[in-house]
T-cell receptor, first 111, second 115 residues
Framework: KQEVTQIPAALSVPEGENLVLNCSFTDSAIYNLQWFRQDPGKGLTSLLLIQSSQREQTSGRLNASLDKSSGRSTLYIAASQPGDSATYLCAVYNQGGKLIFGQGTELSVKP | NAGVTQTPKFRVLKTGQSMTLLCAQDMNHEYMYWYRQDPGMGLRLIHYSVGEGTTAKGEVPDGYNVSRLKKQNFLLGLESAAPSQTSVYFC??????????????FGPGTRLLVL
């Protein structure tokens, strides 16, 4: 059974700092991996989608990497801003298109 | 293009009452999903549908039923609500690979409190 773990559960950093969020999964037979952002009381917004054949994806200040063999993905946020404060969720697509979610990392960026 | 919408946004039920949550999408997606989100548990799949007229069980289906009579709508029903079903419910639809890469679009959520 696929399990997705995110570490740390919560993170607080000063504005301007670069940071890394970690995601690990137990079954490397994934279709792809997706990072989401969730603001308090809101739904999920897709940030980056990495196909299983890819090693990384970039969007603005965000960079996500994927290492299937080790069962790991990282989300790198450069020059963090208070507006980046949110919960970041990692999810893997198994065969059949089902998403398995991690529990999320709650990020707080202090001005 | 409204994306994925959910009705209602918030509801309070008494134990034993029934209700239906409505999800609608205007992107012509075949696949739709219902999740629940609980503190410390992440999002868990309740039921899903791969097309009009189809439904399938997810990870935590007990106590819920679903119907997909129309492609754009996916209904989640609670026949006899229990306090353990207090949660935030999210609906999602999936964009297929051929349309720019698989990704799921989420609705804003329905907060349900069962007393």
């Amino acid at each position: 059974k696929q399990e997705v773990t995110q570490i740390p559960a919560a993170l607080s950093v000063p504005e301007g700092e670069n940071l890394v969020l970690n995601c690990s999964f137990t079954d490397s037979a994934i279709y792809n991996l997706q990072w989401f952002r969730q603001d308090p009381g809101k739904g999920l917004t897709s940030l980056l989608l990495i196909q299983s054949s890819q090693r990384e994806q970039t969007s603005g200040r965000l960079n996500a990497s994927l290492d299937k063999s080790s069962g790991r993905s990282t989300l790198y946020i450069a020059a963090s801003q208070p507006g980046d404060s949110a919960t970041y969720l990692c999810a893997v697509y198994n065969q059949g298109g089902k998403l398995i979610f991690g529990q999320g990392t709650e990020l707080s960026v202090k001005p | 293009n409204a994306g994925v919408t959910q009705t209602p946004k918030f509801r309070v039920l008494k134990t034993g009452q029934s209700m239906t949550l409505l999800c609608a999408q205007d992107m012509n997606h075949e696949y739709m999903y219902w999740y629940r989100q609980d503190p410390g548990m992440g999002l868990r799949l309740i039921h899903y549908s791969v097309g009009e007229g189809t439904t399938a069980k997810g990870e935590v289906p007990d106590g819920y039923n679903v119907s997909r009579l129309k492609k754009q709508n996916f209904l989640l029903g609670l026949e006899s609500a229990a306090p353990s079903q207090t949660s935030v419910y999210f609906c999602a639809s999936r964009r297929p690979l051929a349309q720019g890469g698989e990704t799921q679009y989420f609705g804003p959520g329905t907060r349900l409190l069962v007393l």
